[in-house]
């Protein structure tokens, strides 16, 4: 078999996992994935925060005069602004669609499947 063909095949297989999750939860799984959703909203809500502790830090960089120098480190520092807010969002906008996409979209108040008994 031809060994680039092969580690290509694996790749792509990395990049798009077939794996989707057929089972219904149980109420440990249930909990589970509330947990993570709850934790990938926390890391969202402290990228903005970093985010804004640097917009405040470059302003006031920017504002100071008579230091020249200061003045580059505060657009720097909105620069670093800018990226962490992109990479914060992107980060929790790839996690939930996946999350999604393994477990499908979790209706609030209650579950996705039905329980066993039909209940």
Request: with cysteine; net charge positive.
């Given at each position: 078999?031809?060994?680039?063909?092969?580690?290509?095949?694996r790749?792509?297989?990395?990049?798009?996992?077939?794996?989707?999750?057929?089972?219904?939860?149980?109420?440990?799984?249930?909990?589970?994935?509330?947990?993570?959703?709850?934790?990938?909203?926390?890391?969202?809500?402290?990228?903005?925060?970093?985010?804004?502790?640097?917009?405040?830090?470059?302003?006031?960089?920017?504002?100071?005069?008579?230091?020249?120098?200061?003045?580059?480190?505060?657009?720097?520092?909105?620069l670093?602004?800018?990226?962490?807010?992109?990479?914060?969002?992107?980060?929790?906008?790839?996690?939930?669609?996946?999350?999604?996409?393994?477990?499908?979209?979790?209706?609030?108040g209650?579950?996705?499947?039905?329980?066993?008994?039909?209940?």
């Amino acid at each position: 078999m031809n060994t680039r063909l092969y580690r290509l095949q694996r790749k792509l297989r990395l990049m798009h996992p077939s794996f989707t999750n057929r089972s219904p939860l149980i109420l440990r799984d249930h909990l589970a994935l509330e947990r993570t959703r709850l934790s990938n909203e926390r890391t969202l809500l402290s990228y903005i925060r970093s985010s804004l502790y640097l917009l405040i830090g470059g302003i006031a960089l920017v504002q100071i005069e008579g230091y020249g120098d200061l003045r580059y480190v505060g657009y720097l520092s909105l620069l670093i602004c800018v990226i962490s807010l992109v990479v914060g969002f992107y980060r929790f906008q790839r996690l939930r669609n996946q999350l999604d996409r393994f477990y499908g979209p979790i209706k609030r108040g209650g579950t996705r499947h039905e329980t066993v008994d039909g209940g």
